[in-house]
């Protein structure tokens, strides 16, 4: 072979450093015929080729590979390959010994070559030809570039927003978990109501522990260690569920404000973490995919619960739940990271967008509690989540004894009405972002985008529940409870995207506050309405008021 052996004299197989098989279906005409082989006459100028070919010259190698051991291409009385000065045959171009290459354009190139360190046998060649998959890549400047499969072209910053609506899934899948199980739990350890209830009420316990304290660490260490610590300890908390049951009352209490503990950090962690990833026009819909995740999150653990306590006992629904914090934490240490700035792997596009679209946020060191809490945009954040939990937490706690007593509908007709919520906050709480979004592109400005989609959020479900006096049908009932709920959801592209819009660099710390707050008014709130029913106050009356 002709060209092997004079290519790899001139090392050209040597500065290629691949080895590969490079070949082309095409020959290549110059002057008044084709002239096979002879393009290596060419390639031996190394003072013209050589050290033109680093600094200009791009060759395409693709994964189909044939044994023709020369170049040919068809052409009309001009070099296709190089931009150059001379046209017509070999000899001629040889002479005028092109001033410079500008690319290479190879269309299914398919040449071959044989050097000194990488020999190339023609057994290597057939097994070449069978490959199947084998991924282009591209030589530009001296530099190889692989074209990577589509997942790993997926924007990194979705990642981390998929991955924190996935901990919020199991989130959820392990908070509601207890509500189904606690009632073959309670005829197996004979537990009375009140029992019950404190059972009920010790997860709040650590959660309103770690709001605050969990929105500190974030800002200061990051939220991807954060929030994997998070999972990681409520996921082992939902294990040991029903150890601690067996072990006693005190045990189990115990386990569910640990339990409570590592849920409390997961909001103030993510919140931090998307303020870093996430840039303005996409904050709304980020912030939405993620908090759906709760609500589906609800939705899987009421549903497989009560398959997995059927068929395999009650503690099987700990099991199963708590085991996929492990497969979560495994992706997480993978592919998160707590700013686009750690991310060694992020292109340089994608960083660009991200930095130049928000404020730069370093770590902080000391949060400045006197200055965050003499602003007034900070304390109506307060004001406004423990107004939205206030109805929220009231209608997802009474809503199965509104369905059963008012809607006379039996216990499973209750539960299964009583996920339509859910699946409905689920999906308008992405229609909201979009929309958020999508005014926010347009120009409209952030705070009066944030003031109209909360405005939606209370002044929706106050209309809808207003509905709940006048409808003669549990159909119409229904139907006004879901249309409260999705009104309710536009909530996450008002209150719930306003921390990062006011101080990014402690978004952690701001959620942390006023979900503090939000947490004790569900409290307040459930507590205020069975007092209010104990009275003989209709339930209708009571929700209606109650959230206005």
């Known amino acids: ?23 082309t279906e095409q020959s290549i005409s110059y002057g008044k015929g084709e002239r096979s082989g002879i393009a290596t006459a060419t390639f031996a100028h190394r003072s013209i080729f050589y050290q033109k070919f680093h600094s200009r010259m791009a060759i395409a190698f693709t994964s189909r590979f044939s044994c023709s051991p020369s170049i040919q291409q068809r052409s009309v009385g001009r070099c296709e ?23 290479v354009k190879v269309n299914r190139m398919r040449a071959y070559y044989k050097s000194e360190e990488y020999d190339i046998t023609e057994a290597a060649v057939d097994s070449l030809k069978s490959a199947e998959g084998s991924a282009e890549a591209v030589l530009v400047e001296g530099n190889l570039q692989e074209t990577s499969p589509w997942w790993q072209q997926f924007p990194k910053r979705w990642v981390i927003v998929l991955l924190c609506f996935m901990a919020f899934l199991l989130c959820n899948m392990d908070r509601v978990n207890m509500s189904i199980a606690i009632l073959p739990m309670s005829q197996e350890f004979n537990w009375n109501s009140a029992t019950v209830g404190l059972i009920q009420s010790s997860f709040f316990w650590g959660y309103l522990m770690t709001q605050i304290i969990g929105g500190i660490w974030a800002d200061k260490l990051g939220g991807k260690l954060v929030l994997g610590f998070g999972v990681v300890w409520w996921s082992a908390a939902t294990i040991l569920t029903p150890i601690a049951a067996r072990l006693g009352l005190p045990f189990l209490l115990m386990m569910r404000a640990f339990m409570g503990i590592g849920e409390g950090v997961a909001m103030p962690a993510m919140n931090n973490i998307l303020s870093k990833w996430i840039p303005v026009s996409e904050r709304s819909r980020s912030l939405a995919l993620v908090y759906s995740g709760m609500y589906l999150g609800s939705v899987t653990g009421l549903a497989f619960s009560p398959i997995l306590i059927h068929k395999f006992g009650w503690p099987s629904v700990f099991y199963a739940f708590g085991s996929l914090g492990s497969i979560w934490f495994a992706l997480w240490l993978r592919k998160a990271y707590s700013s686009p700035k750690d991310d060694p792997d992020l292109c340089a596009e994608e960083k660009k967008l991200i930095l130049g679209g928000s404020t730069a946020k370093e770590p902080v060191s000391v949060i400045p509690w006197k200055l965050i809490l003499s602003k007034a945009p900070v304390w109506a954040l307060i004001v406004s989540h423990f107004c939205h939990n206030w109805g929220t937490f009231i209608l997802l706690t009474w809503m199965p004894t509104y369905y059963n007593q008012v809607l006379k509908f039996n216990l499973t007709e209750s539960g299964l009405f ?37 405005s939606i959020g209370f002044l929706g479900p106050a209309f809808f529940l207003t509905q709940l006096s006048h409808v003669r049908t549990p159909a119409m009932a229904v139907l006004c409870m879901a249309c409260s709920q999705g009104s309710d959801a536009f909530s996450q592209s008002g209150l719930y995207s306003n921390h990062q819009d006011i101080g990014p660099r402690y978004a952690g710390v701001l959620l942390g506050l006023s979900n503090t707050a939000g947490v004790l008014a569900g409290v307040f709130g459930t507590a205020a309405t069975g007092y209010i029913l104990q009275r003989g106050k209709n339930l209708e009356a009571v929700l209606f008021s109650l959230n206005l």
């Open 81 to 103: 390959c190089f931009s150059c000065y001379s046209v017509g045959n070999w000899s001629q171009l040889s002479r005028r010994q092109c001033l410079h290459i500008e690319y």
């Open 418 to 454: 009583c996920v339509l919520p859910w699946l409905t906050m689920a999906v308008f709480a992405n229609i909201g972002g979009w929309i958020a979004d999508t005014l926010v592109s347009k120009g409209l400005s952030i705070t009066a985008v944030r003031k109209i989609m909360q």
């Open 1 to 23: 072979m002709a060209i092997g052996s004079l290519i790899s004299s001139r090392n050209f197989g040597s500065f290629i450093g691949s080895g590969k098989v490079c070949q």
